[in-house]
């Protein structure tokens, strides 16, 4: 009944806090099935599904042309990927254990873990379908030669990042406005089918059709990836670091907004969701 907990030093207390965002993580990831294998195969099915509709789509409606020079596919999937990314960051994260939730009833969790198991485990399970379906192509049909691996691999990290960003203020907000809150995050998810930009790129664009698209940041991590990706192209109309601040200016204010939330924590707040 009564326990006395030895004391931790900076670096046990920090070894605890992993290894309790690791066995969160483990646990949000086998959310999606009981088995991780078909897990993995549903998630990398939806992506070849999503692929496959946009080739389909452009070759119908004859606009490859419009496209980088280069590998037509590499270039479908630059955008894919990293729209998929982006949106089940977002998606994880809003979606993530709140104050009110059983889980925050166990001494070690808290919401902050919660919230960085859910992105984790999105990038995990976007980084495995990503490996997967990159090397079938290779192996397949056409060795993929990208450009710069590592600065297209940081794009989409980046796009992860700007969905967690996103994902905060949209968390902060859910209990104070549950209903308003499911709408927006399917709205913008949606809306992201056009306005990320995945279907063309910044290089081509008139500017008064470019001013409608360059507010989204996953639009310049997208661009930015192709840039990366393909040796022929440089984008010249989007930015890393925009990408980049903005996302960090949304997650410290989803952060701050997450702490006030907290704060004033309800147990019905469940029963509104």
Do not use: C
């Not at 989409?156 to 499911?182: C, D, H, Q």
């Not at 290089?203 to 470019?210: E, H, Q, T, V």
């Amino acid at each position: 009944m009564f326990e006395t907990r030895p004391q931790k030093n900076t670096l046990q207390s920090a070894a605890s806090v992993l290894e309790l965002i690791y066995h969160a993580t483990v646990r949000e990831v086998r959310k999606t099935h009981g088995n991780a294998l078909i897990g993995l195969a549903l998630n990398i099915m939806q992506t070849i599904v999503l692929v496959g509709a946009f080739y389909i789509m452009f070759a119908l409606l004859e606009l490859r042309g419009a496209a980088l020079r280069g590998d037509f596919l590499l270039y479908i999937m630059s955008g894919i990927f990293l729209f998929l990314t982006h949106n089940r960051a977002l998606g994880a994260v809003v979606g993530s254990d709140g104050p009110a939730s059983p889980m925050m009833k166990h001494a070690p969790m808290s919401t902050a873990i919660a919230i960085i198991s859910a992105a984790l485990s999105a990038l995990y399970m976007q980084i495995l379908a990503l490996g997967v379906v990159l090397f079938v192509y290779h192996v397949t049909f056409t060795p993929v030669h990208i450009h710069n691996p590592v600065g297209a691999f940081g794009m989409l990290l980046l796009a992860w990042f700007t969905g967690v960003s996103i994902g905060m203020v949209f968390l902060a907000l859910k209990p104070w406005f549950p209903n308003f809150v499911g709408i927006a995050t399917t709205v913008y998810m949606r809306a992201n089918m056009i306005a990320s930009g995945k279907m063309f790129v910044a290089n081509a664009m008139p500017g008064y059709i470019l001013a409608m698209f360059d507010w989204n940041p996953l639009f310049h991590s997208i661009d930015q990836a192709r840039g990366y990706t393909f040796i022929n192209y440089n984008p010249h109309f989007s930015s890393i670091s925009y990408a980049f601040y903005l996302s960090l200016t949304l997650l410290m204010i989803g952060l701050m907004g997450e702490f006030y939330t907290r704060k004033h924590a309800s147990i019905s707040w469940s029963a509104r969701r």
